[in-house]
């Protein structure tokens, strides 16, 4: 498949419609790291991008303590609210605490108007004891748990989800696949019953990451609805997890995702291409919204 950069990707993509609601409060900008690659740059650009697109944009609310608590351990919960959680990538102060609550209670708004949430900070590395890998709380794991339903997850960000599996790891509920490179975390390695994992090596490209996320897709479990950790390091260009695909490989992620036929929401996850970013999620849209 053809590489397509952001520039043209836009001028492609301009004339079809907008699909899912956004799900996005500007406060999740208002806090930076310098030199940090999990800017509010590639939140901006990403959501001016889509306001061009004519998607609807919903303000979020924080969520409460008690949905961290389901999925969280309260002693994490306090480590966090203290900044005392310490990880090198994940730097931790007291403020951080109201911004991961708002990116928990946008992925909850978005599960429940299968949207897609457009935060910060991510949350597919954040474990029932422990954060890390940019992530604090894990958002989409706490959107899943509030709805209580069987829910098939799907990420397909360039690093696996390592918090995510550990929540839901022994959840009947909860079925987790994930298709990932070989890097940070160095988890996802092997399967069990109730995730799926493949580990990928190398900018492996469109096709092959395609027909890898078909057959795992071919083994999962009947559910009620399909979340989508929607990161996008996995991106050509990307700096810290490509895996060599192009905007439309996105497009076609959708397509196999929408041939599920079940309710679905999306929360971001990664993705460090600031310009690239918008015109990635909309290409991923417009195949999700394409049931053909």
Not at 71 to 88: K, N, P, Q, Y
Not at 126 to 146: E, L, T
Not at 207 to 212: A, H, I, N, Q
Not at 230 to 252: I, K, M, N, R, T
Request: hydrophobic share 35%.
């Amino acid at each position: 498949m053809a590489r397509i950069r952001p520039w043209l990707s836009e001028r492609l993509l301009l004339t079809r419609q907008a699909t899912m609601d956004v799900i996005h409060s500007p406060k999740c900008l208002e806090y930076e790291l310098q030199g940090h690659p999990e800017s509010p740059q590639r939140i901006r650009l990403a959501a001016d991008y889509l306001r061009r697109q004519g998607y609807t944009f919903i303000e979020p609310v924080a969520c409460s303590e008690e949905d961290l608590l389901r999925v969280h351990t309260r002693e994490h919960v306090d480590r966090i609210r203290r900044g005392s959680a310490f990880e090198l990538d994940t730097p931790s102060r007291p403020e951080m605490y109201a911004f991961a609550c708002l990116a928990v209670g946008a992925a909850i708004t978005a599960a429940e108007r299968q949207a897609f949430s457009l935060m910060r900070p991510p949350g597919h590395h954040a474990g029932r004891d422990f954060n890390g890998g940019f992530s604090y709380f894990n958002n989409i794991a706490s959107a899943v748990a509030k709805l209580g339903r069987r829910t098939l997850i799907v990420d397909f960000d360039g690093h696996h989800g390592n918090g995510t599996q550990d929540i839901f790891r022994d959840d009947p509920k909860v079925h987790y696949l994930s298709l990932h490179g070989r890097g940070f975390p160095g988890t996802g390695l092997t399967s069990g019953s109730r995730y799926s994992n493949n580990a990928l090596f190398g900018q492996v490209g469109d096709s092959v990451f395609l027909k890898s996320l078909e057959a795992l897709l071919a083994h999962t479990p009947q559910t009620e609805q399909l979340a989508v950790s929607a990161g996008f390091d996995a991106y050509v260009d990307d700096p810290l997890a490509s895996l060599g695909l192009s905007q439309d490989c996105y497009h076609q992620v959708g397509r196999l995702l929408a041939g599920l036929r079940l309710p679905t929401f999306c929360v971001l996850e990664g993705g460090y291409v600031p310009e690239a970013l918008g015109p990635s999620i909309h290409s991923f849209l417009l195949g999700l919204n394409d049931t053909a």
